[in-house]
């Protein structure tokens, strides 16, 4: 597989999973780490989507904490934020396609529920708050992939887009901050990772523009069927089955 190859696949990566994360506030790490580690693989992809992310969504970010429901956002984020460096430890040393199939499994489980409507009708009490975000905060660590369990737990709810989406950008706003220290104090952050960062940056935003754009005019219907929709492509695209097509 040539390096032109890789760049090629990882820009277009970026632009899709920029646009899904625009649009619905999650999706963007459900696209970018699977696809972009098939080609430079988790280790490189997860921070990579750290720094990316974490830096162009300021804009979305700040209104964001006004409109996002605390009460929600809070528990889950605490939770997260306690079980960050174990998943970070799961990356350092888990073998990469295990760690693939095992997060493409879990997705494509995640993704099914929300796609056949389900709901939950216990009341948001504390305690399921914290314990969601542990789980959240272990993908997180291994493959910035905290929004499964969360989205799921919110939209299961009943809640709408507007605010789901809202509370969301505020959720992932505190766990990166966990995320960003445990992969800087793990040395992850490389000379690579930084420059596929800058490669790769102008495509993410770009992304992120168009989706942020489409959904002020977007139905809850929209919403949900957009995104669930690219998560699944996704999702297929980038099992191990699919190795040979890169070269791996």
Not at 186 to 195: L, P
């Amino acid at each position: 597989m040539s390096l032109d190859f890789a760049l090629a696949w990882a820009i277009a990566t970026a632009l899709v999973a920029g646009f899904t994360r625009g649009f619905s506030g999650f999706g963007g790490a459900l696209i970018f780490v699977p696809l972009v580690s098939a080609v430079f693989g988790p280790r490189v992809s997860a921070p990579t989507l750290l720094i990316v992310d974490g830096v162009l969504t300021l804009p979305y970010v700040l209104p964001a904490l006004r409109a996002c429901i605390w009460r929600q956002v809070a528990p889950l984020a605490i939770g997260a934020t306690l079980t960050v460096p174990l998943g970070v430890v799961v990356l350092d040393n888990a073998n990469p396609l295990v760690l693939r199939w095992a997060l493409a499994v879990l997705v494509a489980a995640l993704l099914v529920l929300l796609i056949s409507g389900w709901r939950h009708s216990g009341r948001q009490n504390l305690p399921t708050k914290i314990g969601l975000g542990l789980v959240a905060g272990v993908l997180g660590g291994a493959a910035q992939m905290s929004g499964p369990p969360v989205v799921a737990y919110w939209l299961g709810s009943g809640q709408n887009a507007a605010l789901v989406r809202a509370n969301l950008f505020g959720f992932f706003a505190l766990t990166t901050l966990a995320s960003g220290a445990s992969y800087a104090l793990g040395g992850m952050i490389t000379g690579e990772v930084a420059r596929l960062s800058l490669i790769l940056g102008p495509f993410y935003a770009a992304g992120l523009l168009a989706g942020g754009r489409l959904f002020r005019g977007a139905s809850d219907r929209h919403f949900r069927l957009a995104a669930y929709g690219v998560i699944a492509v996704a999702i297929v695209v980038s099992l191990p089955l699919f190795d040979p097509l890169f070269g791996r």
